[in-house]
């Protein structure tokens, strides 16, 4: 049978989103939703997961993404519909030159008209470099 119309593979993981009639069946999105929270509780890779429950990883990954957009659909959410959240172009106070990123993830913050020796010697000392 082909994907989608029910078919379960050599180890009965129901790789299809319909039951045998083309209807979506259920039983089986409630197994697979199973089988998604008890393997992220689980502490275990989806490999490790996968191996030890005789699983198909193809198929973990399909029904994992195949409910979590049934559940995005059920919240009125399409494929397509995008979650938006307000991004600042500006920080207040930055005049929007650069910054710099330096070891241990220190930021140091360069305004636009910066001299580059002062900057040399700054992340220098900062670094523990030789100027």
């Not at 197994?31 to 490790?48: F, P, Y």
């Not at 979590?68 to 991004?87: D, I, W, Y």
């Amino acid at each position: 049978m082909a994907l989608g119309s029910g078919a379960e593979d050599k180890q009965g993981n129901g790789i299809g989103v319909l039951d045998g009639v083309g209807r979506r069946d259920p039983a089986r999105a409630r197994r697979w939703g199973e089988h998604v929270a008890q393997q992220g509780s689980s502490g275990l890779s989806v490999r490790g997961y996968c191996a030890a429950e005789g699983l198909k990883e193809s198929s973990f990954h399909y029904w994992k993404r195949e409910l979590r957009l049934r559940q995005a659909e059920s919240k009125g959410l399409g494929p397509c519909s995008g979650v938006f959240a307000e991004v600042a172009l500006r920080m207040p106070g930055w005049d929007g030159g650069i910054e710099v990123v330096l070891a241990g993830e220190r930021r140091l913050r360069v305004a636009r008209d910066f001299d580059a020796e002062t900057l040399r010697r700054v992340v220098s000392a900062l670094e523990g470099l030789p100027c």
